[in-house]
């Protein structure tokens, strides 16, 4: 086992890998940036290191700065957390390199998996349903336009590298193309400096259903259920929750065996989300793959009871899988709380939180590393706590999540708790009729 992690992260998730940490006796290094001189993963940490100014370029997203943290506090694993580094192929090589254990998949899985058009390729030769499109990138509007009738509109434009809805266009008719063809190449090279383009037909009435995967050094790969992420804004997930209230038994089985041979056909190694969409007749095709942890990873925890930080560290060294396939008990439900104004269309609202007050209760987590007089700085992301619920059924896990939301208090800055509460009230959400397109209609002044 490892002696030492250094945690290539910051904010909450870095707080959760310390936890688990701390409970496996593995001591823990944590580097920051000068804007989060006084937060929690700091505090917590058996070393800190500052490696730089509040730009993620040059701090959390700096290779050298983060391996040099590394050399001077002698740590033998890198954690890389979600996002910043967590899926960039080339900081696992060089962790490779000098002999230190990234906690996660291999370098050609992230890689393989990370580029769309490569990992859609690798699905098909895996036997797992991909939704019908181009072969590859397409290389021009004129090739573009061709495939799109030959599919069928609605289609869906994808950039190669995207992720976060960017460079991703909904197209509805052939007149559209052009226009959204354009706008799509511009902001994916802009956000990812790659303009590669796919096309793809548009699924409508989709579910966002996605399945954790666990796979170790020894070949074996094991699902542990799936987690409904259909409600989101702008392809940004805002709750998650297991089981996916549009399962069945029959069609969790079908996933479920799809995921695992999604991670048998590259023999992956660590934590991984198969994300798949789902249409309103339940037929599921394969979208992407993450090869990391997942912000909404406690909702599976709590289905499963297993610590999946644990899980990852124990694979990255050498522990094979015990057990097999595991199914949800009970229901968990998580609710992402940003420093957004909800009645602002989401603004960020970064400053000082004035008061801090967290739901409590049985069956109340709450993840987060901010707390009264904390400042929430603007240079990273918006989200700053998730509370997540667990209850025996899907409607005593909204009835908590009620109540959890109405004790939960923040003040200085806004945030999305009204939105949470406008969306538990809803009828529809709560029968559990809702797609992908749900807040697309959704009235956040209708109270």
Known sequence: MFKKILIANRGEIALRIIRTCREMNIKTVAVYSTADRESLHVRFADEAVCIGPPASAESYLSIPKIMAAVEITNADAIHPGYGFLAENADFAEVCKEYGIKFIGPEPEHMRKMGDKVTAKETMIKAGVPVVPGSDGLVKDLAEGQKVAA??????????????GGKG?????????????????????????????????????????????????QFGKVVHLSERDCSIQR??????????????????????????????????????????????????FYFMEMNTRIQVEHPVTEEVIDHDLIKEQIKIAAGHPIVGGNYLPTGHAMECRINAEDPFNGFRPSPGLIKSFHSSKGHGVRVDTAVYAGYTIPPHYDSMIA??????????ECITKMERALDEFIIEGIKTTVPFHQRLMKDPKFRSGDFNTGFLNDFDLEDR
């Open 150 to 163: 030959e599919i069928g509109f609605p289609v869906m434009i994808k950039a190669t590298a995207g992720g």
């Open 168 to 216: 991703m266009r909904i197209v509805p008719k052939a007149e559209d193309f052009e226009k959204n063809w354009n706008s799509a190449r511009q902001e994916a090279k802009a956000s990812f400096g790659n303009d590669g383009i796919y096309i793809e037909k548009f699924v409508e009435e989709p579910r966002h259903i996605e399945f954790q995967i666990v796979g170790d």
């Open 234 to 283: 702008r392809h940004q997930k805002l709750v998650e929750e297991c089981p996916s209230p549009f399962m069945t038994d029959e069609l969790r089985e079908k996933m479920g065996a799809a995921a695992v041979r999604a991670g048998e056909c590259i023999k992956y190694e660590g934590v991984g989300t198969v994300e798949f969409l789902v249409d309103k007749y339940r037929n």
């Open 386 to 395: 998730k509370l997540i619920c667990r209850a025996r059924t899907r409607e």
